[in-house]
């Protein structure tokens, strides 16, 4: 599942390579994660394991069990509600944030630039760039709080989200419907409506996590 890793900045590129793991869903929900059969596919000593693993249970992507070990994080529907609620915290807070400090316009700019591509991606068909496009779209509003410490909580609560998407196997089937609701962003952006635009990502969210939450539910039951 690894490859082999230099002994240069060791502990970070574990930490990034199993991460990448974990988010791209190519480990079960709920497995036991044993340091010792990972150390081994890398080829290295169980220390920067353990000192990856330690960070990745506090980015919620593995559970810590008392005498157990560390396990794949297996989030509730309610656990996936949460972060969901969280990301919009976050999205409509850096929109407020936006027009306090006069980045509205660029950030409208920003977006609507992406969203030409997230039409041209769903002219093709190509739902891969797709799915980055739009997560690049959202990813951006966070961006123009300018604001670091939000941005990082952004990415950390997505990557959580992407590890249910990625498990669940969601995929953009309905992009005509999903471009419409990110066109609906750009156009209150575009007309300065700060209420509109926190509406329309509301709007967003609301519709992903029923999608989101079903695909992963429905994956999980394959499981049992």
């Not at 093709?124 to 123009?144: A, G, M, P, S, T």
Request: a neutral charge; aromatic letters at 8%; proline letters at 2%.
């Amino acid at each position: 599942m690894f490859k082999s890793l230099q002994p240069k900045d060791l502990v970070s590129e574990v930490l990034e390579e199993i991460k990448s793991s974990l988010v791209e869903g190519k480990w079960v929900p709920g497995s036991k994660f044993v340091e010792a059969t990972v150390a081994k596919q890398f080829g290295i000593s169980r220390s920067p394991i353990r000192e990856a693993t330690r960070t990745l249970a506090q980015l919620g992507l593995l559970k810590m069990k008392p005498g157990k070990g560390f396990f794949v994080c297996s989030p509730t529907e309610q656990d996936i509600r949460n972060l969901y609620d969280l990301r919009l915290m976050l999205q409509v807070f850096s929109i407020q944030q936006a027009f306090k400090k006069g980045q509205a316009l660029n950030l409208a700019n920003t977006l609507q630039a992406i969203q030409q591509q997230i039409e041209k991606a769903q002219q093709d068909d190509d739902k891969v760039r797709y799915q980055i496009l739009n997560l690049d779209f959202h990813r951006q509003i966070c961006v123009f709080s300018e604001n670091s410490h939000l941005l990082n909580s952004y990415d950390n609560t997505v990557d959580e989200l992407k590890f249910v998407m990625n498990v669940g196997g969601t995929v953009f089937d309905d992009m005509d419907v999903i471009t419409k609701r990110t066109e609906a962003i750009c156009k209150a952006l575009a007309d300065q409506n700060i209420e509109a635009c926190s509406d329309a990502i509301s709007n967003y969210i609301e519709k992903a996590v029923i999608n989101v939450t079903n695909s992963y539910l429905n994956k999980i039951k394959s499981y049992e």
